[in-house]
């Protein structure tokens, strides 16, 4: 079972995102049957049998193992993913699009070079899970407490110099067999936890 699938095909999107399946996809962390999810749903075994049908059909739950009964087979079914994350790429063509609007100081902004985080990301990792390579990525995430919004406004023009002067001495726009990689630093309140 994968920690995290990324989810880009917009059926299979679409499909998770259904309540009862969502239901589905946490009780089948364990693999289970669909007479035992019925019991833990409340729900028929036909109906649960439709649902993990629908859900397999679009690979986000797989065969464990079937087990005799009596005269039947009984399918014991487990998620493909701990999580899923749901590609901006199922949006297709209403995907958000840093490029339309680069504000660095809008909300609204970052969500978009966030949303484009997750499908490059999410690209990475289909890619790199079908070649059998681990993809080179880095990330850094931590807390900052402001005493006010002039402490706030000189940190975001600290950062934006350091980075800015890294980049400045790492990129070579010549290196031979290089690869580009892209930055993405963000700063945002702290939502708490519930």
């Known amino acids: 079972m994968l920690e995290v699938a990324v989810i880009e095909d917009p059926a299979a999107a679409e499909?998770?995102?259904?309540?009862?399946?969502?239901?589905?996809?946490?009780?089948l962390a364990e693999p289970n049957s669909a007479t035992t999810l019925a019991a833990k749903v409340g729900l028929p075994r036909q109906k649960v049998n439709y649902h993990l049908r629908t859900l397999e059909r679009h690979g986000l739950v797989e065969l464990a193992e079937e087990r005799r009964k009596g005269n039947m087979t009984e399918r014991v079914m487990r998620a493909t993913a701990a999580s899923y994350v749901i590609s901006p790429t199922a949006l297709a063509a209403?995907?958000?699009?840093?490029?339309?609007?680069?504000?660095?100081?809008?909300?609204?902004?970052?969500?978009?070079?966030?949303?484009?985080?997750?499908?490059?990301?999410?690209?990475?990792i289909t890619g790199s899970t079908r070649a059998g390579k681990r993809a080179a990525t880095f990330a850094l995430d931590g807390e900052?407490?402001?005493?006010?919004?002039?402490?706030?406004?000189?940190?975001?023009?600290?950062?934006?110099v350091a980075v800015t002067g890294l980049v400045a001495k790492y990129h070579d726009e010549r290196a031979e067999g290089g690869r580009a990689h892209r930055v993405v630093v963000a700063v945002h309140p702290d939502i708490p936890e519930e």
């Open 94 to 124: 209403v995907q958000p699009d840093p490029g339309r609007s680069p504000d660095r100081l809008s909300a609204r902004w970052l969500l978009a070079v966030a949303a484009r985080l997750v499908r490059d990301v999410g690209t990475l």
């Open 15 to 27: 499909v998770s995102l259904d309540p009862v399946r969502v239901r589905l996809l946490a009780e």
């Open 144 to 160: 900052v407490r402001f005493a006010s919004a002039v402490d706030r406004a000189a940190f975001a023009e600290e950062l934006a």
